[in-house]
């Protein structure tokens, strides 16, 4: 009978965070599959049944869904081969403790501190062809030519770097806080084994520190990924039209037909984005999953 009632309790005191986890991600993910197989003209239309023609009808090139997926995955590609060793090079440089090392942290992380809107309103500025600070800069050093005339933004060429470059400076300072606090919890004990057997200070961070905070590692390199899957606020401050422009991605074409009398793709689109989410959690974890020298798990 005590068990029963111990049971009961944790079930009760657990009931209220199951619900919400219920109600706000297992619930919408449902809808959204539903709502994926129905062809929604306006938001009151009950929609009619179509199978998987939504998710067929996606890579027609009416919607340009394929050009969208390849833009997000070109930016995960940036964040994961660019963003991360910057901040693990700033982590691995902060956490020997060197002089000013807090302020440098605070430096370094206040872009993270600042909405994303205001972000994309700086860097817009920025970018302007006419009275930008990098054009600006440029013809200070006679080198104008070099900038498109239609400024970054507005070249197909340059537009999906120069979104890039605001998601680097905003979030590599987030990435760095969890990779610093991971150095600085490697034993100074193994720092100072493998300094005593004439191991460089490279040669510690390369062998010893990495593969100690290779978890963090895994966790922002997830966060990364998907975080450039889901990307939407920062590239609709630069994105007048949302479907037009270079560097449209599928967040920013969600929520276009979502209010355009096309719910069934936005659900679709949904569906896809949290499939790519979790197959590339999966990948990630998979790759970083221990493994002894004869190959068994």
């Known amino acids: 009978m005590h068990n029963k009632n111990k049971y009961l309790t944790v079930f009760l005191f657990l009931l209220p965070a199951l619900a ?4 706000v991600l297992v619930y919408p993910i449902i809808a959204s599959i539903h709502h994926s197989m129905y062809e929604y003209r306006t938001f009151t239309d009950p929609g009619e049944f179509v199978g998987f023609k939504n998710y067929i009808d996606l890579f027609n090139s009416q919607y340009d869904f394929g050009h969208a997926i390849i833009n997000a995955l070109i930016l995960a590609a940036l964040s994961v081969f660019i963003q991360l060793p910057l901040s693990l090079g700033l982590a691995l440089m902060l956490g020997k403790g060197i002089k000013g090392e807090r302020f440098y942290l605070s430096v370094y992380f206040m872009p993270v501190l600042i909405s994303a809107v205001v972000i994309g309103m700086l860097w817009e500025k920025i970018y302007n062809p006419i009275y930008g600070l990098l054009v600006k800069s440029f013809e200070a050093m006679n080198m104008s030519s070099v900038l498109p005339p239609e400024g970054l933004l507005g070249n197909p060429k340059t537009a999906l770097m120069a979104v890039f470059l605001p998601t680097i400076w905003q979030y ?3 990435h760095m ?7 600085k919890g490697v034993s100074p004990e193994l720092r100072e084994a493998a300094m005593l057997d004439g191991a460089t ?20 390199i ?4 998907t975080g450039s899957l889901k990307s939407y606020d920062l590239i609709k401050v630069f994105a007048k039209d949302a479907y037009n422009c270079s560097y449209k991605v599928p967040s920013l074409l969600l929520v276009r037909y979502a209010f355009n009398n096309a719910g069934g793709i936005a659900s679709a689109i949904a569906v ?11 990948l990630v974890n998979w790759m970083f999953k221990e493994r002894n020298p004869y190959g068994a798990k």
Do not use: E, H, N
């Open 172 to 174: 590599v300072g987030y």
């Open 201 to 220: 200070s490279g040669q510690v961070d390369r062998y010893v520190v990495i593969p100690c905070i290779k978890p963090i590692i895994k966790v922002s």
């Open 177 to 183: 806080l969890l990779m610093y606090a991971g150095v």
């Open 20 to 23: 919400l986890f219920i109600g």
């Open 222 to 225: 997830i966060f990364a990924i």
């Open 272 to 282: 896809l984005m949290i499939i790519m989410c979790f197959g590339f959690a999966i």
